[in-house]
């Protein structure tokens, strides 16, 4: 598996939940951002506004709970993996439930990245856009 950066990076398998929900992040947040710039300019903090209506605890486990009947085996365990990760805790703005199920969202789109499955990973984010 090569990563954006041309580099090598070990089995996403052999990663902790947490470091694969780390990645997932940051591809979940690069895709909304891609989204809506897409859609127009506008000012940047009305840009901001809607990413994190997006990029939230409830929106992400909700978007969770759409994908998980059309997951694969694999998918659904690195997901259950993320969701019963030992988190540090939880922000005040979000249930415990919501925040566990944005941690397994985030978890397997950071495996699916980390394993070369982008077009994997755009079908997914384009299930959540529609069902948004």
């Not at 990029?55 to 993320?82: D, H, K």
């Not at 384009?126 to 948004?132: N, V």
Request: aromatic share 6%; with cysteine; net charge neutral.
């Amino acid at each position: 598996m090569e990563t954006v950066l041309g580099r090598s990076c070990k089995d996403p398998g052999q990663l902790s939940a947490l470091d694969l929900a780390f990645v997932g992040d940051g591809v979940f947040d690069l895709l909304c951002r891609e989204i809506l710039v897409e859609e127009g300019s506008c000012p940047v903090k009305k840009l901001h506004r809607r990413k994190t209506e997006w990029v939230c605890c409830r929106a992400q486990a909700q978007a969770l709970r759409t994908l998980w009947p059309g997951l694969s085996e694999a998918e659904q365990a690195v997901a259950l993996r993320g969701r019963n990760a030992h988190v540090g805790h939880v922000p005040k703005n979000a249930s415990t439930a919501d925040y566990h199920g944005a941690t397994a969202l985030e978890a397997l789109f950071g495996w699916l990245y980390l394993r070369g499955e982008i077009q994997r990973v755009r079908e997914l984010f384009g299930l959540i856009m529609l069902s948004a």
